[in-house]
């Protein structure tokens, strides 16, 4: 028996050809960029990367809006998210320019929106500051209507009533300081009073 | 996520290539009169902001604090625009536990949490003893069963540790959605292929925070390097916090990390 028999021929062909075929197929059909960073397709990773941003952070809102940034971050919603309340900046602003409108919630619907994270609940640590709506508005004895917006600004919602608070305080200092001060100048002029009284009998 | 020096090797001839060609590019402008197209093309494409070279020397994390979210549901709203997920399919949700005195654990989740939780369960009759929330989103896992799924490497782990998916190259079998054990993948309805969360690969890669992070009010949400001593993540995680993550028994090595967590939570 030869080993070049024909069927050792033939099966050797079928081995070259197919490994021909095979890595003329990889060639052709492989992306171009598999194996970049590892078993998969490196462009892949470079286009995930390259997806446009929707939503910046609060930086993107400075350049235009730095008042009320800097009203919002003196105060207790400092790390709330501008975008959040209004519109992802890339639907508000494109190149430096606003393109268009940002969303801004009308006086009658911004209740549930404050409503939406401070209602009283379960499941909520008791660290977080809630109010049940109703409660709240009835015990300042306001209408039940009234919005959140009347009494805390929207970006620093305690920035008012903190002012109203220390006014008060600064009130009541006065008014102590002012008794303070009539107490002392009864007893004196009793003192002076009593002395006369004293130089008479003598 | 381990350092490999070939793929720091690769990604440093990769910027050096870049640079080289962009100077070049940039002194071929010089010479060549600009239309004033192009000059407007430049301008826009330079006011988006710039993919930084992939980091390796990061050890990227993601915690969520359970007592520190109060149910707003801002989370997944923001992921949905921001990823551009059709509506009633999540890539992040927020689930409400909720715990009665017989000790029974009611969990649901109506629209995913992302409509807020304004309406209390009215569906229980025993006395409720406590409830929260826990959001919940990829795991990336370090050892993904959902990579090792993969018949045709169309998802697989990036240098710098996410999981994502190359939705050019998906061919939908749906075995991902199977093999993930935290069920954060899906077949998304529009492009037909699988999807998930990816903690926002394309922010963090332009040095942004996730989404989800950037919208969160409390802080529930954390992203951060554990590599850099200054981050917040990586000071909780050297601090005494009890760290733990989401089914540790099957081995998938979440990066994903729950603090203040429960045991009844899944």
């Not at chain 1, 008791?126 to 300042?140: G, I, N, Q, R, S």
């Not at chain 2, 969990?107 to 949490?113: R, S």
């Not at chain 2, 090792?148 to 079998?173: E, K, L, N, R």
Request: proline share 4%; net charge negative.
């Amino acid at each position: 028996m030869h080993w070049l028999d024909d069927y050792v021929k033939r099966l050797l062909i079928v081995l070259v050809v197919g490994g021909v075929v095979s890595v003329v197929a990889i060639a052709l059909l492989q992306p171009s960029s598999w194996g970049e960073y590892g078993n998969y397709r490196g462009d892949a990773l470079k286009d995930e990367a390259a997806k446009p941003l929707v939503y910046g952070d609060n930086a993107s809102c400075v350049e235009c809006h730095g008042e009320i940034n800097e009203l919002a971050r003196g105060d207790v919603h400092k790390n709330i998210s501008c975008e959040m309340c209004h519109t992802p900046v890339s639907e508000h602003v494109r190149d430096g320019k606003k393109i268009k409108d940002a969303l801004v919630v009308g006086v009658k619907e911004q209740n549930s929106l404050c409503l939406k994270c401070h209602s009283k609940m379960m499941g909520r640590g008791e660290k977080f500051p809630m109010v049940d709506a109703k409660l709240h508005l009835e015990e300042l004895e306001v209408r039940p209507t009234s919005s959140c917006n009347r009494c805390h600004t929207v970006h620093a919602p305690m920035e008012n009533i903190n002012y109203v608070k220390k006014l008060r305080e600064l009130r009541e200092k006065r008014r102590a300081l002012k008794e303070e001060r009539l107490l002392e100048e009864s007893e004196l002029r009793k003192l002076e009073l009593e002395k006369a009284k004293d130089s008479d009998e003598s | 996520m381990r350092v490999n020096q070939e793929l720091i090797d690769r990604d440093r001839r990769g910027f050096i290539q870049s640079v080289v060609t962009g100077s070049v590019g940039g002194s071929l402008m010089l010479m060549i009169p600009m239309s004033s197209s192009l000059g407007k093309e430049l301008s826009s494409s330079s006011s988006e902001a710039k993919v930084n070279p992939i980091n390796l020397d990061a050890n990227y994390c993601f915690m969520v604090d359970v007592t520190g979210c109060i149910g707003c549901g801002n989370c997944c709203v923001a992921d949905r625009k921001e990823n551009n997920v059709p509506e009633g399919q999540y890539r992040t949700w927020v689930e409400r536990y909720v715990i009665d005195i017989y000790n029974t654990v009611y969990v649901d989740a109506p629209d995913g949490g992302e409509k807020g939780y304004s309406e209390p369960r009215t569906d229980i009759e025993a006395t409720i003893k406590e409830a929260f929330f826990v959001p919940k989103l990829c795991n990336m896992c370090e050892d993904p069963s959902c990579v090792q799924g993969c018949p045709i490497s169309a998802t697989f782990t990036t240098p710098d540790g996410f999981v994502i998916v190359d939705s050019d190259h998906c061919v939908a079998c749906g075995y991902c959605v199977m093999a993930c054990p935290y069920g954060v993948r899906f077949i998304n309805e529009e492009t037909k292929v699988a999807d998930k969360c990816t903690w926002c690969y394309h922010r963090v890669r332009k040095g942004k925070l996730p989404a989800c992070v950037q919208a969160c009010p409390t802080g529930a949400r954390k992203f951060g390097d554990l590599n850099d001593l200054e981050s917040e993540v990586s000071k909780i995680y050297r601090s005494a916090e009890r760290l733990e993550v989401l089914k540790p028994e099957l081995g998938n090595e979440p990066t994903l990390y729950y603090i203040n967590s429960r045991e009844e939570v899944v």
